[in-house]
């Protein structure tokens, strides 16, 4: 049973505020000033849901991602690196919110009971952390949470969310997936990223926004696993010791959002550049074309080129049955989406926004490519798909080829969650497989104008979003309005959602021009204000 003595003592180190917590899309995630209990509360949830896989390790991971620096997070991974199963999120909400021992252990009991968990079962955590300042605090009280349950908890430090991710994976899969350290990580990609282009001809140095965080020294670590002959990276924003400038003026979200490049870069035609965000798991691509444009690849761009070419591979290694599919969101540009199906012929599947819901509609398939538009993403293989690439031997030369790139690619991509050190070397090796530059990566489909813009309101809960967040239930007739408004647009498209990590109302328009979309969004914002 429990030890109800040292789970008072511990929980008076973090007593909780009068602030109410929400475990959302992305764990919780506001101040790191205030998350001092629910770092604790977080850290007695892993124990419970370590012995509920029987003594599985369970991930997590402190970070606030594109926040500002003040801001700070925590989300737990699952053995095999998915994120927390969304039937234990209300537990995490209840936990986080009990403000006296009384109620906390109600609360443990209640998991207890409601999941029949085994407290005989041994339990095990592994915790990884952003740049944050406040990161090494608030590993500290996670610990102690996971210590008043008994279980053993294992600081991996500093690294990116995917590494944790990846690490949580080869810890429960008896090396099957990799060496469970920072060095396994780098072998692997390296080791992945070298069969793939070895040989052919290098391109031209990668200029790498490193958003001034953990992405920056991780990128710099892994660089030196790769030859220079092979791969020239050069990263941007690596100031990971002034902790203000994280996301500050740069990262993936920056260059999404605003569509301009970040501070720092001197910024020339025919340079190739990407931007990362806070925790590497996002990345987005970017250059200037020949008219001194800036020009997005988002991630829209990364899932058809990608989904391009493993259909060329599976057609070219002659495996039968694998059925390649794409999972895109609300925020997937029309564009996009008519490529996809139109050219590619690539069934389409739309969840609502997050990683988990893309995750999990991704496996669906023999290949599943999942990206939302801000950089996030990657592709999953499935075990048989896996087996048939192994297995099939392929007879003529180009066969063969193919059937070893497509081997190398369930290694290079990180089958956890999307990583942008990852994606950097698929998106990298698919290009230099194919030689071709960024404008003629681009040149497959020309994105629709859009807009993204967030509105406060009194209360978001109010907003209640449907069909993969494409339209609106509630508050009742306000879909209609929308409607209306979007009918007037030559491709206009608009939809509203509440956001899982901001207390906002997002509104998303595209049309025809952007001074339509712009428009549009204009008036989708005064109608829900
Ligand atoms: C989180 C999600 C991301 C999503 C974003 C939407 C994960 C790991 N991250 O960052 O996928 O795009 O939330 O934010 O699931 P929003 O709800 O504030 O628009
Ligand atoms: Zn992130």
């Given at each position: 049973s429990l030890n109800n003595d040292k789970i008072d003592e511990l929980f008076k180190k973090h007593p909780k505020l009068d602030v109410t917590y929400t475990y959302g899309t992305a764990g919780f995630r506001t101040?790191?000033?205030?998350l001092d209990s629910v770092m604790f509360s977080v850290g007695l949830l892993a124990v419970l849901r370590s012995q509920k896989h029987s003594g599985k390790v369970i991930g997590a991971m402190v970070t606030a991602s594109?926040?500002?620096?003040e801001d700070n997070g925590v989300k737990l991974v699952e053995?095999?690196?998915?994120?927390?199963?969304?039937?234990?999120e209300s537990y995490a909400t209840e936990l986080a919110n009990a403000g006296t021992t009384e109620e906390l252990l109600k609360a443990l009991n209640n998991v207890i009971a409601k999941e029949s968990i085994d407290l005989s079962q041994p339990a095990k955590v592994v915790v990884g952390r952003d740049t944050r300042p406040s990161g090494e605090g608030l590993v500290a009280a996670l610990s102690d949470g996971v210590k008043a349950l008994g279980g053993t908890i294992t600081d991996y430090g500093l690294m990116t969310t995917p590494q944790l991710h990846y690490i949580t994976r080869c810890l429960n899969t008896q090396g099957a997936y990799g060496e469970p350290t920072e060095e396994g990580y780098y072998k692997k990609l390296a080791e992945a990223f070298k069969r793939i282009v070895t040989g052919k001809v290098k391109q031209s140095t990668l200029y790498i926004?490193?958003?001034?965080?953990?992405?920056a020294p991780t990128l710099q670590k892994l660089a030196k696993f790769i030859p220079e002959e092979i791969l020239s990276v050069k990263v941007v924003n690596?100031?990971?010791?002034?902790?203000?400038?994280?996301?500050?003026?740069?990262?993936a979200d920056f260059v999404k959002v605003g569509q301009k490049k970040p501070d720092g870069f001197d910024l020339q035609p025919g340079m190739r550049c990407a931007s990362l965000d806070g925790d590497a798991d996002r990345i987005v691509f970017w250059y200037l074309n020949k008219e001194g444009t800036f020009k997005l690849l988002d991630g829209d761009k990364i899932a058809t080129l990608a989904a391009g070419f493993i259909m060329g591979l599976v057609k070219a290694a002659k495996v039968p049955n694998i059925q390649v599919g794409l999972v895109q969101t609300a925020y997937a540009n029309g564009s996009a989406t008519a490529y996809v199906k139109d050219t590619l012929q690539v069934p389409v599947v739309f969840t609502a926004t997050g990683v988990k819901h893309l995750h999990h509609a991704a496996e669906e398939f023999d290949v599943g490519v999942y990206f939302e538009a801000n950089g996030h993403g990657t592709v999953l293989f499935s075990p048989g798909a896996i087996k048939a690439f192994h297995s099939t031997q392929g007879t003529t030369d180009e066969e063969k080829k193919a059937l070893e790139t497509l081997r190398a690619l369930t290694d290079l991509i990180n089958q956890t969650v999307g990583d942008a050190l990852s994606d950097m070397l698929m998106v990298e090796a698919i290009l230099v497989s194919q030689q071709r530059s960024y404008a003629d990566w681009d040149s497959a489909y020309s994105d629709l104008p859009s807009r993204l813009e967030k509105v406060k309101v009194?209360?978001?809960?109010?907003f209640v979003a449907i069909k993969a967040d494409t339209e609106?239930?509630?508050?009742?007739g306000l879909q209609q309005k929308i409607n209306q408004q979007m009918s007037k647009f030559k491709n206009g498209r608009s939809f509203v959602r509440p956001s899982g990590t901001e207390d906002v109302v997002r509104v998303y328009a595209e049309a025809d021009t952007q001074a339509n979309a712009d428009l549009l969004a204009h008036i989708v914002c005064g109608i829900i204000f």
């Open positions: 101040k790191g000033e205030v594109h926040n500002p620096a053995p095999m690196g998915e994120m927390l199963a969304q039937s234990w926004d490193g958003a001034n965080g953990i992405g690596d100031d990971t010791a002034t902790a203000s400038k994280l996301n500050l003026k740069s990262g009194s209360n978001r809960l109010e609106l239930s509630k508050p009742d």
